[in-house]
Every structure is written in C-alpha cells, then in structure tokens.
C-alpha cells in the first residue's frame, strides 16, 4: 500500500478457512500463532509489533474467521504479509542470476493451466562423468503459503558458491535436481495451501501422489514432477514444507524441525540420514542453529509425496521435512500467545539452513560406504496400541549389530499429555535388554483421564555418542479395583446377655482387607443389622474400627476410622479407610468388631458387612 507514512492502518483478513484457523490435532491453532512481517522494499521483512495482532476466538466460522494487523508505518510505501513470501519473480530471477552458468541447467516441465511455467534447477559439474554421482531431488512450496522455498535457495547458493572447497566436491559428485516452488500458481495467486481454482475445485498438491495415473488436468504439477523423479532414479528425496511451532500434542514447546519418513516406520537408514542433516556424521555440527531436531515423525499420509516416492519408486530416503517458519509461544493456553518463548526466524535464517542441507547430506553418503554396519533395535513388549492394567511392566527388545560391536541402550518412555500428569523418563540402561517397573516408579498416568504412553529405545554401537531409536509403540494403562477379604469371617461363638468381646486379641481373628487392584482407594462399608429391633443398626451393641496388619502404611491412618464406631446400617455405607495403598509391599488393613449382647430372646445371629472400593482419581 502506498501514501501510508505515519498512519494507523489496520488490515483485516477476512473469509479464513476454519480449518487453518481453528486447532487441529496435529497443526494446533495456525493464524494466531503467526507474527506478519512488514517491508517498505518487498525484498527485506521485519515482524509487526506484537500488540498490533489481534483475531476471533476459537470455535469461528469461515464467514466470520478473521485476522486484524494493526500498524503505523514510517514509510510512504509498505508490504504487509502474514510470513515473509518466497514469490515466482524471485524464483525466476534466482534461476536468472546463474545465466550461462555450465554447473546449472534450468529445465522447465510444463506450462501450467494459467500460463506460468513449472521450473526446476539442474546442478552438478558437467565436467565429470555422472555414471557414478549420487542424486538428490528436492521440491518445495506444494503448499503455497509455507516457507520452504527459502530453504531451497540457500541449498542453490551453496552449490554455486565456486570458491567453497565442498560445494566443488558436491557438485563433481552429486547431481541436485531442486523444483522451487512446486504450487506456482497458488503462489502467484496468492493462495494459503491450494492450488488455484481449476474447473470449480482446488487442491492439496500433497495430497495427491497415490493416484494411477496423477490426474493431469487437475494436477499437472505433481504428474510432471512424479514423471521426473521417476525417470531421474533419484538416492534421496526431499519435500521441503514448513510449520508453526505451537503447543499442539505432537510438537514439542520449543523451535523445531520435523521430518517425517516415506514409509510408516523410519529405518535405520533413514534415521541416520536425517541425523546427518541436522547435525552431521559425527553429530558435531550445528547444521540447524537456533533449532533442535524434533526428530522423526510417522510417515505423511498415504498420498502424500514422501510416501508414494518411497513406495511407488522405491526410494528409501524419501522425507517431508518441516522447519518453523514462527516459533512465537511456549505457552499452554492457545489464546495466551507470545507469552514465555520467542524465537521468529526470517528469511536469512532459512537461507542459512538451506546451505547446510548439502553438508549433512555429504555427510551420510561420505560416510555410509566406509563405516560398519549400523546396529538394528526390535521391540518386543508391551505391544503396539497395548491396552492393560499393570502399571509395572516389563520393557523388552533385541538389538544386533553385524559387525559384534558392543551394544548400549537407551528407554524412553513418554506420557501424551492432555492434562497435568507428567511422567516422561529417559534411562540408560547399559547392555540389558530390558528394563522393569516396581513399586518406586510405576506408570503415574492413567487411561482412564485419556493418557496413552509412547515408548520406543534407541542402540549405541559408540558408548552412547550417537543412538539410533527403533519406531515408536503406544501403550496405555487402565484403572483396577479390585479388593478381597482373606480373612472373611468372624465368630464369636457362644455368648450371654451383656457380655462384650472383639477381635483386638486377635481371638477371634478379625476381618482382613487387602487392595489387589493398581490405584489407591477410599473404601466405605454398610451392613445389616446383627441384632434385632431395638437394637438395629447403628447401635453401640456392635461396633467396627480400622487397624494396621504387619504392612504398616497400607492407609492413611489419621482419616481412618480407628477407633470403635457403630456400623452403619445397610443403606447407608460410611466411608471407613482412606488412601488405601495397592502396592504389594503395603495393602492390608484389619477390621476389628466389637459385639455386645442386649437383652433380646436368645438364638444364632449374623451380619454380612459390605465394602466399597472407590477409586481416587488423579492420584498423580
């Protein structure tokens, strides 16, 4: 906009898609956790200042989701946009920057339906044979919003820099293939994630590589791009996208890049593979500063790039790989943004970490050849998607290495959090093959509130300088009551009119109570009456208290009835002991009664006592 020096202008961004605005199970909330940036050049971008955002409420529609930026420029002329924008100018005057450049050849797969182009770069030194240069493909931008194209010309001008030693080794042997931007026209039209509208239908270019044969009408830009990789046989694949680091369930609080393997489970290959590129071989390189390595996801949805390169052409190292394009709260509350965390990356940054795609991809295929055989980790138990009520298992798995070398192990094990239940450990456990739970640190999180489990172990060939982690399993544990009475009679035998007598003597034995389930309990008793009218119950003629059997601690013993008190009568249970432990070391209590006889005709006499267990929740 221009005559715009010093006035307050607010933009409103109306119409928003509610998918992209509202929380989702993997994205979390996406606009409001977006800092927009201002240029007065289109070319250099700065991020708005926080206390001009502002936006609707969860829960809108895409009628009414709107976003607001509010701001007062310095300049007569001004860009606003919600991320810097990587746009086709740019892409066409980078290619054009290298004009007659012998190490980049432009290639052009087709002219899409609004009459723009679908361009990819070719870099290598044509100088040296290619029968045994290593191949990579790299696309970027399907979704026209993200930022991933940034990244892709930092890897273009690295490769091009003539007078860096390993971009010369790079280029002598490898060949990088590196579309751009894939979804140009949804870039050029300014779209958030789709292509354009084409015979009344827009689409998720990365939702549609499963398709035999990819619809050419719809979709030109992924069947020409499938068509090329499919003829150029590439060793690696990358689908570069990128992500708002929020506080959503599967991302961590912090500034991350993900990537997310071809197939469903990544292999130790894949593994190793992005390990170099975030850190190299040896893991003493910083490749992605500012960052950490969010690690391996599952594999992208089964018509998603990565995964079709991976199965349909047999590409092993076949990634999507997100970096953050905003990393602006650490906070737990959605609405409560920009609070604890602030760590907004730009385009120089991208840039930067582009370059360094290239290094730790040398690093894997430099390395690979000369270095041993990787070990391989295989889990045994609990299962995947196991369901139980122990909350002290047994963790078992195998690991192997062809070469003999000594093997390490690390567990991990992770509570997925939908409340305050926190009760994430990560324990070496040398050589052993397993590690067991007992009393001192079962599983704290329960089903029963939501929680699952995630556990998965990594193997170190190394002391522990490097591991590499088996595929993740998800377990969950359940809520047990379950209460016995091993001592489950009482008789007092033959007695007179006012004679009294109970169990303190242990003569009789008294009641006995013991907690087999796996969460501790309040339990209340009821009874019917052991004497008849006058004397039904309540009435002091007989009485009940709570004490301690050897396991002493197994309740809590100041809120516990311990003294005599009159049982309750049927209808109405009185809460008896509290805090009642089911660890095995401590979950036994007594029940002593006391009986006095009352003038009443002579006979046998009995009562059933009844006990309720319930369970206290979020013991935790």
């Known amino acids: 906009m221009t005559n715009a020096l010093n006035k307050n202008i607010t933009l409103k961004i109306q119409g928003l898609q509610r998918g992209d605005f509202n929380a989702s199970t993997i994205d979390g909330y996406r606009w409001q956790n977006i800092e927009p940036v201002y240029s007065y050049d289109n070319s250099n971008w700065s991020r708005v200042p ?16 709107h976003y607001n930026i509010t701001f007062t420029p310095t300049n007569n002329t001004v860009w606003l946009a919600p991320v810097p924008p990587y746009t086709v100018s740019m892409r066409d005057a980078l290619y054009n920057s290298y004009a007659g450049n012998p190490n980049l050849t432009v290639e052009n797969l087709g002219t899409l339906p609004e009459g723009h182009n679908l361009t990819l770069v070719r870099i290598t030194d044509n100088s040296v044979d290619n029968a045994t240069k290593k191949k990579i493909y790299v696309i970027a931008q399907q979704h026209s919003f993200e930022t991933g194209s940034w990244i892709g010309e930092g890897m273009i001008r690295y490769l091009m820099n003539t007078t860096d030693s390993t971009a010369n080794i790079l280029r002598r042997n490898y060949i990088f293939k590196i579309e751009l931007i894939t979804n140009v026209e949804g870039v050029y039209y300014g779209r958030s994630r789709m292509t354009p509208i084409r015979s009344g239908a827009q689409y998720d270019l990365n939702r549609m590589w499963s398709y035999t044969p990819i619809p050419n009408s719809s979709v030109p830009e992924v069947n020409w791009t499938y068509a090329n990789i499919l003829a150029f046989a590439p060793d690696a694949f990358i689908d570069l996208h990128s992500t708002i680091n929020d506080n959503s369930a599967t991302q961590p609080h912090n500034s991350a890049h993900f990537y997310f393997s071809g197939s469903s489970t990544a292999s130790a290959n894949q593994t190793f593979f992005m390990n170099n590129v975030s850190g190299g071989h040896d893991y003493s390189h910083d490749y992605w500063p500012e960052t950490n390595n969010g690690g391996g996801r599952q594999s992208g949805t089964a018509n998603s790039s990565s995964t079709n390169v991976n199965s349909r052409l047999g590409v092993e190292l076949s990634f999507m790989m997100e970096h953050p394009h905003d990393n602006i709260t650490n906070s737990t509350s959605p609405l409560n943004l920009h609070v604890f965390y602030r760590n907004p990356q730009n385009q120089t940054d991208w840039i930067n970490w582009g370059k360094k795609i290239p290094l730790g991809i040398h690093d894997y295929f430099n390395n690979t050849a000369n270095e ?8 045994i138990s609990p299962s995947d998607n196991n369901a139980s009520t122990n909350r002290m298992p047994n963790f078992t798995w195998v690991g192997s290495d062809a070469d003999g070398d000594p093997l390490i192990y690390r567990i991990n094990i992770t509570s997925v959090i939908p409340g305050p239940c926190d009760d994430d450990r990560l324990v070496n456990v040398n050589n052993f093959q397993y590690y067991s739970l007992n009393e001192s640190n079962y599983l704290k999180c329960l089903a029963d509130e939501l929680y699952n489990y995630i556990w998965t172990v990594g193997v170190s060939e190394d002391s522990g300088v490097n591991y590499i982690w088996s595929p993740e399993r998800r377990f969950n544990v359940s809520s047990l009551v379950d209460l016995t009475l091993p001592n489950n009679s009482v008789n007092f035998g033959s007695m007179q009119i006012g004679e009294i007598n109970d169990t303190i003597d242990n003569n009789p034995y008294p009641l006995v109570i013991e907690n087999l389930g796996n969460v501790w309990v309040n339990i209340s008793l009821n009874a019917s009456s052991l004497w008849s009218a006058p004397n039904l119950n309540p009435t002091n003629y007989f009485t009940f208290k709570i004490d301690n059997t050897t396991e002493l601690g197994s309740f809590n013993w100041s809120s516990s009835r311990i003294t005599f008190t009159t049982v309750p009568n049927s209808t109405n249970a009185l809460l008896a002991i509290l805090n009642f432990s089911w660890l095995d070391s401590h979950d036994s209590a007594e029940i002593d009664l006391n ?5 009443e005709s002579p006979g046998p006499r009995n009562s059933t006592i009844n006990f309720i267990g319930s369970r206290i929740p979020n013991e935790y």
């Open 372 to 379: 041993n055989s990787l070990p391989t980790i295989t889990l």
């Open 50 to 65: 926080l206390n001009g955002i502002s936006y609707t409420a969860p829960g809108c529609t895409d009628a009414t989701c």
């Open 595 to 599: 009986v006095t006889v009352p003038f």
